[in-house]
């Protein structure tokens, strides 16, 4: 009996220490270190990956402990930051719970497209090519956009995104979050005024293109909404630097009879589209403009702008503008 009792307190202690290692095994601190997991990879060669990378340190205690959680068949896909104190437990949690790194994917106001999509491929370390989405007419109608592009639709802000996401979720991520910014008041705003929501985008990105203040965005607008009523030509100089290839610059008399029908120095009413991916506060600019008679602005070199009702004070402005440029030089 007394054997019998020996012999169990041995089985027991070996039981003990087995179930001690397997739940204590892999507890440990490493550096950062970045797993890929493709697409279709299984269980079993994910575990190898990380003991390869020296994550865990028995790959068949891993795999047990994953198909005890009932994970085995949700392998997800992407990039992921294992780092510092890590356990069996916490890498299951990181890889199946927390899933793969997210990037940061700023979109200033005011960036046009084709900077955009090279801004995404340069964070994703890709070549994607976006201009079968860019002008995708399928895409275009499932978003109900009246227009050959989508310029101007891809909402500007802060977005996370991972490694893998594809060039059509992310353009799907952009759209849907103009659409929840343009919501129906502003719909319905841009039907009081008599503009399509196409026409209110194309406005905004004018004054996205002009404005460096936010507290001129809305006296931008009137002006441009006051040139509209009496036919006359906006002449906005964001519509030529859009037309005209590289940085932008000061724009000369040869680049203001530039042929297109962007050029609304040429053409009279908006433009076909939007020069660029406007943000809220200037399509709320193109929709409730300030009310005045103005007429004409120009920049004052400090990020401000003069606003007159008359060519004779544009001219007087544009003067003081040249003298005040010469003294600081």
Sequence with gaps: MKEINTTTSI??????ILATSVLSINNREINATIITIEKGMSLNTVSELLLDEDVVINQNIFKLKVLGRGLASKVPTGKFLIEGKISDAIIIDLIFNKGPIKLKLTIP??????????NINSLLNTDYDFDQYFE???ILEQYNISAKTLEGYLYP?????????TPKEIIDILLKEFWNQFDKNLQDRANQLGFSVHEVVTLASIIEGEAMLDSERETISSVYHNRLKINMKLQADPTIQYILSGPPKALSNRDLRVKSDYNTYQNYGLPPGPINNPGIESIKAALYPEDTNFLFFVAQGDGSHAFTTNEKDHEEAKKIYKINKRKNK
Excluded: A, P, R
């Design 11 to 16: 089985v027991i202690t070996i039981l003990i």
């Design 157 to 165: 802000n802060t977005y996370y995104i991972y490694h893998n996401t």
């Design 109 to 118: 106001e005011g960036l046009q497209s084709k900077k955009l999509f090279k």
């Design 136 to 138: 995708s007419q399928n």
